[in-house]
C-alpha cells in the first residue's frame, strides 16, 4: 500500500467491530468503528474514509439509508453491506443503492481482506485515471492558449 487507507466500520455488534477492527489493522490499515449510522455520518464529516462496511441492519437506520446519506457526503468512497440476515431482496437493494459488494456474516476473514484489497485497488484505479484526464485536458488548453497566441 503506498499509502495507509482509512476504514470505516459502521456495525451495532461491539464483538465484530472489534473483530473487523483487528483483522484490518493488522493489514496495515486505519480503523474507526462505531455502533450507529448516525455516528457514521458525524465521522464521515470530519474524516475522509476510503471504504465503509456497513452493517445492513443497524439500532437507529437501516443500513441501506446510511449507504445513501454516505453517498451524499463521500461519493467516492467505496461501501460495502455486511449482513446476518442474508437475502436477495437485501442483496438486490444494497446494489441498487449503490453498494460496492455484499458480505454475509459471519464474514471469513481471508474473504474480507481480499474484498477489500479488490475494491480499494478499484478505487485506486479511478482516481489515477481521473487525475490522468484531468492533467490531459490542462495540457491541451495550455497547448491551445499557446497556439493561439502566436
Known amino acids: 500500500m503506498s499509502e495507509r487507507k482509512r476504514i470505516l466500520i ?3 455488534d461491539l464483538s465484530i467491530r472489534t473483530a473487523i477492527s483487528i483483522i484490518l489493522e493488522s493489514e496495515g490499515y486505519i ?9 457514521a455520518i458525524e465521522k464521515s464529516k470530519s474524516n475522509y474514509y476510503n471504504l465503509a462496511l ?3 441492519r443497524l439500532s437507529d437506520m437501516e443500513g441501506t439509508v446510511l449507504l445513501s446519506a454516505l453517498k451524499e457526503n463521500t461519493p467516492k468512497m467505496v461501501k460495502i453491506m455486511v449482513t446476518g440476515y442474508p437475502s436477495m431482496d437485501n442483496a438486490i ?4 443503492k449503490k453498494a460496492d459488494a455484499f458480505l454475509v456474516k459471519p464474514v471469513d476473514p481471508a474473504i474480507l ?9 478499484k478505487q485506486e484505479e479511478a482516481e489515477a485515471y481521473t487525475e490522468k484526464k484531468v492533467t490531459e485536458f ?4 495550455i497547448r491551445a492558449r499557446a497556439l493561439k497566441r502566436l
Open 113 to 121: 481482506i481480499e474484498i477489500v484489497k479488490i475494491e480499494l485497488k
Open 93 to 96: 437493494d444494497s446494489v441498487n
Open 54 to 56: 456497513l452493517d445492513y
Open 10 to 12: 459502521v456495525d451495532d
Open 138 to 141: 490542462i495540457e491541451t488548453r
Open 31 to 39: 480503523v474507526d468503528a462505531v455502533e450507529t449510522g448516525q455516528e
